[in-house]
Protein backbone atom coordinates (compact mmCIF):
# COMPACT_ATOMS: atom_id res chain seq x y z
CA UNK A 1 0.00 0.00 0.00
CA UNK A 2 1.13 3.74 -0.52
CA UNK A 3 -0.08 6.69 1.50
CA UNK A 4 1.59 10.07 0.85
CA UNK A 5 4.41 8.48 -1.71
CA UNK A 6 5.36 6.10 1.02
CA UNK A 7 4.95 2.56 0.32
CA UNK A 8 3.74 0.09 3.60
CA UNK A 9 2.85 -3.55 3.84
CA UNK A 10 -0.65 -4.51 4.52
CA UNK A 11 -1.08 -8.25 5.58
CA UNK A 12 -3.94 -10.12 6.71
CA UNK A 13 -3.45 -13.27 9.36
CA UNK A 14 -5.04 -16.93 9.55
CA UNK A 15 -5.37 -15.90 13.07
CA UNK A 16 -8.14 -13.15 11.97
CA UNK A 17 -6.06 -9.74 11.95
CA UNK A 18 -5.40 -6.95 9.40
CA UNK A 19 -2.05 -4.98 10.06
CA UNK A 20 -0.42 -2.22 8.03
CA UNK A 21 3.43 -2.21 9.19
CA UNK A 22 6.44 0.55 8.48
CA UNK A 23 8.97 -1.79 6.57
CA UNK A 24 11.87 0.20 7.26
CA UNK A 25 11.46 0.00 10.80
CA UNK A 26 8.78 -2.80 11.36
CA UNK A 27 6.48 -0.60 13.39
CA UNK A 28 2.62 -1.81 13.07
CA UNK A 29 0.90 1.36 12.52
CA UNK A 30 -2.62 -0.15 13.24
CA UNK A 31 -4.50 -3.67 13.83
CA UNK A 32 -8.23 -4.36 13.20
CA UNK A 33 -8.35 -7.88 14.60
CA UNK A 34 -11.90 -10.31 15.21
CA UNK A 35 -11.89 -10.92 11.51
CA UNK A 36 -11.84 -14.96 10.07
CA UNK A 37 -9.39 -16.34 8.70
CA UNK A 38 -7.39 -14.87 5.88
CA UNK A 39 -5.21 -17.19 3.62
CA UNK A 40 -5.30 -15.80 0.45
CA UNK A 41 -3.55 -13.06 -1.63
CA UNK A 42 -4.90 -9.54 -0.53
CA UNK A 43 -4.94 -7.40 -3.64
CA UNK A 44 -6.20 -3.62 -2.92
CA UNK A 45 -6.32 -0.78 -5.09
CA UNK A 46 -5.35 2.64 -3.94
CA UNK A 47 -7.84 3.11 -1.02
CA UNK A 48 -9.75 -0.38 -0.09
CA UNK A 49 -8.90 -4.03 0.63
CA UNK A 50 -11.77 -6.75 0.96
CA UNK A 51 -10.90 -9.98 3.41
CA UNK A 52 -12.29 -12.61 5.38
CA UNK A 53 -14.21 -11.19 8.48
CA UNK A 54 -16.13 -14.64 9.45
CA UNK A 55 -15.50 -18.22 10.11
CA UNK A 56 -13.97 -20.59 12.92
CA UNK A 57 -14.39 -23.94 11.94
CA UNK A 58 -13.57 -25.98 8.90
CA UNK A 59 -16.38 -26.17 6.45
CA UNK A 60 -18.21 -23.46 8.14
CA UNK A 61 -18.07 -20.73 4.83
CA UNK A 62 -16.77 -17.56 5.97
CA UNK A 63 -18.14 -13.77 4.76
CA UNK A 64 -16.11 -11.27 2.50
CA UNK A 65 -16.05 -7.67 3.60
CA UNK A 66 -14.30 -4.47 2.12
CA UNK A 67 -12.08 -2.22 4.32
CA UNK A 68 -11.36 1.60 3.62
CA UNK A 69 -7.50 2.29 4.51
CA UNK A 70 -5.80 5.17 5.75
CA UNK A 71 -2.39 5.62 8.10
CA UNK A 72 -4.49 6.05 11.22
CA UNK A 73 -6.73 2.89 10.87
CA UNK A 74 -9.30 0.49 8.42
CA UNK A 75 -12.64 1.03 8.58
CA UNK A 76 -15.58 -1.13 7.43
CA UNK A 77 -18.12 -0.49 4.46
CA UNK A 78 -19.25 -3.12 3.52
CA UNK A 79 -20.10 -6.66 3.34
CA UNK A 80 -21.39 -9.50 0.75
CA UNK A 81 -24.52 -10.70 1.52
CA UNK A 82 -25.43 -13.56 4.00
CA UNK A 83 -26.18 -15.88 1.86
CA UNK A 84 -24.56 -19.77 1.24
CA UNK A 85 -23.66 -19.19 -2.51
CA UNK A 86 -21.74 -15.77 -1.29
CA UNK A 87 -19.46 -18.34 1.31
CA UNK A 88 -16.05 -17.72 1.29
CA UNK A 89 -13.70 -21.07 1.42
CA UNK A 90 -11.19 -19.75 3.50
CA UNK A 91 -9.52 -23.18 5.26
CA UNK A 92 -5.95 -24.98 3.63
CA UNK A 93 -6.78 -26.30 0.10
CA UNK A 94 -9.45 -23.96 -0.64
CA UNK A 95 -8.64 -20.85 0.80
CA UNK A 96 -4.69 -20.14 0.15
CA UNK A 97 -5.94 -19.85 -3.54
CA UNK A 98 -6.45 -15.93 -4.64
CA UNK A 99 -9.99 -15.54 -5.57
CA UNK A 100 -10.10 -11.60 -6.16
CA UNK A 101 -8.71 -8.73 -8.25
CA UNK A 102 -9.37 -5.39 -7.68
CA UNK A 103 -9.29 -2.62 -10.50
CA UNK A 104 -10.62 0.47 -11.54
CA UNK A 105 -13.06 0.67 -8.97
CA UNK A 106 -14.70 -3.08 -9.14
CA UNK A 107 -13.84 -6.16 -7.70
CA UNK A 108 -14.04 -9.12 -9.49
CA UNK A 109 -14.89 -12.23 -7.04
CA UNK A 110 -14.83 -15.71 -6.87
CA UNK A 111 -17.08 -18.00 -4.62
CA UNK A 112 -17.01 -21.68 -5.13
CA UNK A 113 -19.42 -23.40 -2.28
CA UNK A 114 -20.96 -26.67 -1.16
CA UNK A 115 -23.24 -28.35 0.58
CA UNK A 116 -21.14 -31.47 1.44
CA UNK A 117 -18.56 -33.65 -0.52
CA UNK A 118 -21.10 -35.49 -2.39
CA UNK A 119 -22.67 -32.79 -3.86
CA UNK A 120 -20.87 -30.35 -7.06
CA UNK A 121 -19.50 -26.85 -5.89
CA UNK A 122 -21.64 -23.53 -7.07
CA UNK A 123 -19.26 -21.58 -8.52
CA UNK A 124 -20.44 -18.11 -8.42
CA UNK A 125 -18.25 -15.08 -10.38
CA UNK A 126 -19.25 -11.80 -9.12
CA UNK A 127 -18.31 -8.53 -9.68
CA UNK A 128 -18.70 -5.66 -7.03
CA UNK A 129 -18.21 -1.83 -6.94
CA UNK A 130 -15.77 -1.60 -4.07
CA UNK A 131 -17.04 1.87 -2.70
CA UNK A 132 -20.48 0.87 -2.21
CA UNK A 133 -20.67 -2.83 -2.08
CA UNK A 134 -23.35 -2.96 -5.12
CA UNK A 135 -23.47 -6.29 -7.37
CA UNK A 136 -22.60 -5.47 -11.00
CA UNK A 137 -22.84 -8.44 -12.43
CA UNK A 138 -22.69 -12.14 -11.57
CA UNK A 139 -23.20 -15.73 -12.57
CA UNK A 140 -24.06 -18.83 -10.83
CA UNK A 141 -24.23 -22.07 -10.70
CA UNK A 142 -21.08 -22.66 -12.45
CA UNK A 143 -20.11 -26.14 -11.95
CA UNK A 144 -15.79 -25.07 -12.91
CA UNK A 145 -12.92 -25.02 -10.48
CA UNK A 146 -12.18 -21.26 -11.32
CA UNK A 147 -9.55 -19.19 -8.83
CA UNK A 148 -6.78 -16.61 -9.78
CA UNK A 149 -9.19 -13.82 -11.66
CA UNK A 150 -6.67 -11.40 -13.72
CA UNK A 151 -7.49 -8.49 -15.77
CA UNK A 152 -6.66 -8.56 -19.52
CA UNK A 153 -7.51 -5.20 -21.39
CA UNK A 154 -11.46 -5.50 -21.07
CA UNK A 155 -11.90 -8.92 -20.17
CA UNK A 156 -10.94 -11.76 -17.07
CA UNK A 157 -9.01 -14.35 -17.09
CA UNK A 158 -9.79 -17.31 -15.05
CA UNK A 159 -7.30 -19.90 -14.51
CA UNK A 160 -8.65 -23.95 -13.00
CA UNK A 161 -7.32 -26.20 -11.15
CA UNK A 162 -3.59 -27.52 -11.67
CA UNK A 163 -2.80 -29.15 -8.34
CA UNK A 164 -4.60 -32.34 -8.54
CA UNK A 165 -4.28 -33.32 -12.09
CA UNK A 166 -2.05 -31.63 -15.43
CA UNK A 167 -5.02 -32.90 -17.47
CA UNK A 168 -7.59 -30.01 -15.22
CA UNK A 169 -5.72 -27.20 -16.36
CA UNK A 170 -8.34 -24.96 -18.76
CA UNK A 171 -8.81 -21.06 -18.91
CA UNK A 172 -11.91 -18.98 -18.43
CA UNK A 173 -12.08 -15.62 -20.66
CA UNK A 174 -15.52 -13.61 -19.82
CA UNK A 175 -15.67 -10.30 -20.41
CA UNK A 176 -15.08 -7.77 -17.26
CA UNK A 177 -19.41 -7.17 -17.04
CA UNK A 178 -20.69 -10.80 -17.75
CA UNK A 179 -24.67 -10.71 -18.07
CA UNK A 180 -26.43 -13.26 -15.95
CA UNK A 181 -29.01 -13.98 -18.94
CA UNK A 182 -26.12 -14.64 -21.77
CA UNK A 183 -23.99 -17.69 -22.09
CA UNK A 184 -20.59 -17.53 -21.17
CA UNK A 185 -17.49 -18.58 -23.19
CA UNK A 186 -16.51 -22.18 -23.31
CA UNK A 187 -13.83 -23.37 -21.19
CA UNK A 188 -10.21 -23.05 -23.26
CA UNK A 189 -7.80 -26.33 -22.74
CA UNK A 190 -3.92 -26.11 -22.51
CA UNK A 191 -2.16 -27.44 -24.99
CA UNK A 192 0.54 -28.32 -22.47
CA UNK A 193 0.62 -30.17 -19.58
CA UNK A 194 0.80 -27.55 -16.61
CA UNK A 195 2.10 -27.70 -13.22
CA UNK A 196 2.13 -25.38 -9.84
CA UNK A 197 2.05 -25.42 -6.50
CA UNK A 198 0.12 -27.50 -4.29
CA UNK A 199 -1.99 -25.56 -1.74
CA UNK A 200 -1.38 -21.99 -3.49
CA UNK A 201 -1.15 -22.22 -7.33
CA UNK A 202 1.65 -20.30 -8.97
CA UNK A 203 0.90 -17.03 -10.02
CA UNK A 204 1.58 -16.68 -13.88
CA UNK A 205 2.89 -12.81 -14.97
CA UNK A 206 0.84 -11.33 -17.68
CA UNK A 207 2.75 -9.32 -20.17
CA UNK A 208 1.37 -7.44 -22.93
CA UNK A 209 -1.37 -9.88 -23.45
CA UNK A 210 0.62 -12.36 -22.90
CA UNK A 211 0.43 -15.21 -19.79
CA UNK A 212 3.83 -17.34 -19.06
CA UNK A 213 3.62 -20.52 -17.65
CA UNK A 214 5.65 -23.73 -16.11
CA UNK A 215 4.98 -27.16 -17.74
CA UNK A 216 5.29 -30.22 -16.25
CA UNK A 217 8.36 -31.18 -17.88
CA UNK A 218 10.10 -27.74 -16.17
CA UNK A 219 10.20 -25.44 -19.03
CA UNK A 220 8.26 -22.27 -19.97
CA UNK A 221 5.75 -21.90 -21.77
CA UNK A 222 3.54 -18.40 -23.17
CA UNK A 223 0.47 -17.90 -24.40
CA UNK A 224 -0.78 -15.12 -26.44
CA UNK A 225 -4.29 -14.65 -24.85
CA UNK A 226 -5.57 -11.53 -27.22
CA UNK A 227 -5.83 -14.30 -29.88
CA UNK A 228 -8.23 -16.44 -28.06
Not at 11 to 39: F, H, M, Q, Y
Not at 83 to 99: N, Q, S
Not at 114 to 135: L, N, Q
Not at 158 to 163: A, I, K, V
Request: with cysteine.
Amino acid sequence: MTFDETEYVLCATSSGELRLIDPKSGKVLWTVKDLGPNRHTLTPDSQRVIVNVSGKEKGEYGRLACYELSLTGAKRIWEMPDEFEYGHAWWPDDGAHRKIVQHEGKAHLMFAVRKSKSEPRIVSPVTVDTATGKILAERRNMDHPMIMPSIVEDRLLFFGDLNHHPAWGKWWLLPKDFPANKPLPEAVPFDHLLTSGYEVQLEFPIVAGRVFMRSIEGKIVCYDIQKQ
